[in-house]
């Protein structure tokens, strides 16, 4: 690639931030307005760019079409029971949007109830969250548009199938807790942002960059306009509290989770439905159960006054116990101890049950409790995989789990206490791939402080470690996120079709070993997730799978930062780093959208202590000459309202300023924006098909590897 041939960024100098007494210039601060004209003339220069580099990939369009091929397969959702029918998704292959469909018992015919694709010629319109009333009667969801966590909630009549008058807006970051009567629900939204005061949501929502802040919960009673929603809760000096609404199984009590941020704590609220509400001012009085951010509370089932709840509370891997919240001093009672494994999610079933699932060295073990905390049995799981997803409920006597791995693309199980046995209830099959070809191992390496880290390899069977083995190496390394083991159709014509391997390496940060494993990689901790990721690639290459030149790294949001932050320490280590919708300049990620929910994870730069690491490791600080890069692609989208895209903006723009014009730069450093794209929600199968042509083939070019058909 030329090296003069980079877009003429403008870089000012005039705005220089002081940072407890360090003056620091952020060149590219207008590139933060996504609607000025400079930086669309900016968006178009550099697509126009990268779209010449992809033009010269080899195979691209070889890689697009056996993606379509292989994911042209049926994908079902896990079937879940609400009032008298079974509910499930289903894509049959390649629509851009899954499927509701709905059937009276699990041998009849299914009837389409909900597509989405109808909704827009592209598919960018999509569904978020749903949720069925207590008698199966309504059905409440979330409506996304190009990809924006803005959501407009609409209901749907299941007996009559007419889509009621209510439309919620301004929704985001919400669930939607129905009342037992049906006749309304619980959600939270924020106010219109000040683009758009005054207006109905457009489509053009999800490109303001703005910090969201005050969020209220309101009560939404069926047939009413949004205007007239009652309010129940907010705290008006505390506009950076998120809420999280529920309603008990028993119909009761109605459940408010308060969190500040990021940060696995919560305080917990509750009100009895069956009393009249007392007011303060505007506001209802709920009984404070929990008033701190000490602990994490997950509500699970409760007898009456007795609730069942999943907290981390002494107990860095969870732990399982009761508290009467009619007793004065809240006093709690364990069922299932604090172990080893970490407890990862219990769902109650067959009245006096729980299924509980447990994170083993990554590897999922799914086990039957009683209510009393005995273990009763272990499931026996297909392989080294995750339980993708999982439906049941307490007054049922059956539940369903979806089961994936690296080379198994999803089995759902049926269990039914009736006959007390797990049996296969429908198996995906991808047409042209064999699993029994490849393999999937999990190893062990140290870190530099010499931290034990697992590390996932997958692999053609046979294949010989010959030191130039293409690699391509994932992480993310953060916000109590276990990567555990997924199934990808790209990853599959990686392996398959460039004999290459794909790794994934279990950082700190996440939540395989629990809550101390997470504490490892945050705040002035971050560069252990770094060190950690960096030891990967050094392992890989020790033990002979490969060579630097042949490893590409990848990561999305907070991954992305991990690839563009080990780029920048170790360019001599990698051929490719593929940073996807990256958090990449640390000193001011919290001042947009939601950004500021992520300082218990990195902290602050507002705060002197924390700005002295920031400053050490943001991507966007840290471009330095005098090595020469490997390949570089960002890929963004332009209704990103999570990870805003100037990160990636300002990034790419100081990478090629730096680097761009020096002789010993041959490796192109280019972005990828997409338009009517967000942080990948509810993306379009055709969009999400041609991102992963463009970045593997991308991968592959870099590493200098060959497609064999």
């Given at each position: ?70 994911q042209n397969y049926p994908k079902f959702g896990v079937p879940s029971k609400r009032g008298d029918s079974y509910y499930f998704w289903k894509n049959d292959g390649l629509q851009n949007q899954s499927v509701l469909y709905r059937q009276q018992t699990l041998t009849s ?193 409760n007898d009456g006054p007795l609730f069942y709840l999943l907290t981390n509370l002494e107990a860095p891997r969870k732990r399982l116990i009761t508290i009467d919240i009619t007793s004065d001093k809240k006093e709690s009672k364990e069922i299932i101890p604090h172990k ?347 969009k999400i098909l041609r991102e992963s042509a463009d970045v593997f083939s991308f991968l592959a070019w870099s590493l200098k590897t060959s497609f064999k058909a």
């Amino acid at each position: 690639m030329m090296t003069d041939a980079y877009p003429d960024t403008r870089r000012d100098n005039s705005v220089v931030d002081d940072f407890h007494g360090t003056k620091v210039t952020d060149h590219y601060r207008w590139l933060e307005d996504p609607d000025s004209e400079e930086t669309r003339q900016w968006v178009d220069a550099q697509n126009k760019i990268t779209d010449s580099v992809l033009a010269r990939c080899p195979n691209r369009e070889d890689i697009f079409n056996r993606l379509k091929e292989l994911q042209n397969y049926p994908k079902f959702g896990v079937p879940s029971k609400r009032g008298d029918s079974y509910y499930f998704w289903k894509n049959d292959g390649l629509q851009n949007q899954s499927v509701l469909y709905r059937q009276q018992t699990l041998t009849s015919e299914p009837e389409l109830f909900l597509d989405p694709n109808k909704w827009s010629e592209d598919g960018t319109v999509s569904i978020g969250v749903t949720s069925f009333s207590e008698s199966g009667k309504y059905l409440a969801y979330a409506v996304h548009q190009s990809g924006s966590d803005w959501k407009i909630i609409n209901v749907k009549d299941t007996t009559t199938g007419e889509v009621l008058s209510d439309k919620l807006e301004w929704v985001k970051f919400s669930g939607i807790a129905w009342t037992h009567d049906d006749k309304g629900f619980y959600y939270c939204r924020y106010p219109a942002p000040k683009l758009f005061e005054g207006s109905d949501q457009t489509q053009k929502a999800g490109t303001e960059t703005e910090k969201v802040g005050k969020q209220k919960v309101y009560y939404h009673s069926l047939g009413t306009p949004q205007s007239q929603d009652k309010l129940i809760y907010y705290v008006d000096d505390q506009p950076e509290w998120m809420y999280g609404v529920s309603v008990s199984e028993d119909g009761r009590y109605f459940m408010l989770t308060i969190s500040e941020s990021c940060e696995r704590v919560n305080r917990l609220y509750i009100l009895d439905l069956q009393l009249e509400p007392k007011m303060n001012g505007d506001i209802v009085v709920m009984d404070k159960i929990i008033d701190n951010f000490q602990a994490e509370y997950e509500y699970i089932t409760n007898d009456g006054p007795l609730f069942y709840l999943l907290t981390n509370l002494e107990a860095p891997r969870k732990r399982l116990i009761t508290i009467d919240i009619t007793s004065d001093k809240k006093e709690s009672k364990e069922i299932i101890p604090h172990k080893k494994n970490v407890l990862q999610y219990i769902m109650p079933v067959n009245k006096d049950k729980f299924v509980v699932s447990y994170l083993q060295d990554v590897q999922e073990v799914l086990e039957l409790y009683s209510m009393t905390g005995q273990q009763l049995e272990t499931f026996a799981l297909p392989t080294i995989g995750t339980i993708e997803a999982m439906s049941g409920k307490r007054n049922h006597t059956e539940f369903f789990f979806k089961f994936v791995s690296f080379l198994h693309p999803g089995t759902i199980f049926h269990y039914d206490f009736a006959q007390e046995k797990l049996i296969v209830f429908r198996e995906a099959t991808v047409k042209g791939f064999n699993p029994d070809e490849f393999q999937t191992e999990q190893i062990f390496y140290n870190s530099k402080d010499g931290t034990k880290i697992p590390m996932f390899v997958c692999s053609k069977k046979g294949s010989q470690k010959n030191g130039q083995t293409p690699v391509l190496l994932y992480g993310y390394g953060g916000f109590n996120i276990s990567i555990t083991p997924s199934f990808s159709v790209s990853r599959v014509v990686w392996m398959q079709h460039y004999e290459a391997i794909y790794a994934v390496a279990n950082i700190r940060g996440g939540d395989e070993y629990g809550e101390e494993w997470h504490q490892g990689g945050i705040k002035d901790r971050k560069q252990n997730v770094f060190d950690d990721f960096q030891a990967a690639a050094e392992t890989l290459i020790k033990e002979g799978y490969t060579t630097p030149k042949k490893i590409g790294i990848m990561g999305g949001s907070n991954g992305g930062l991990l690839v563009a932050a080990c780029v920048n320490q170790r360019p001599d280590l990698f051929g490719c780093g593929i940073a996807q919708v990256g958090v990449l300049d640390m000193l001011r990620f919290h001042k947009f959208t939601i950004g500021y929910a992520w300082c218990s994870d990195y902290g602050c730069a507002d705060n002197a202590a924390d700005f002295e690491y920031l400053y050490k490791y943001s991507p966007l600080h840290t471009v330095k000459k005098g090595k020469e890069f490997p390949s570089l692609l960002l890929t963004t989208g332009d209704h990103d309202d999570r990870v805003v895209p100037a990160h990636s903006f300002k990034y790419i723009s100081e990478v090629q300023y730096q680097l761009g014009k020096e002789e010993y730069q041959h490796n192109p450093l280019v972005i990828r924006i997409e338009v009517k794209a967000g942080h990948g929600h509810g993306k379009p199968m055709e969009k999400i098909l041609r991102e992963s042509a463009d970045v593997f083939s991308f991968l592959a070019w870099s590493l200098k590897t060959s497609f064999k058909a």
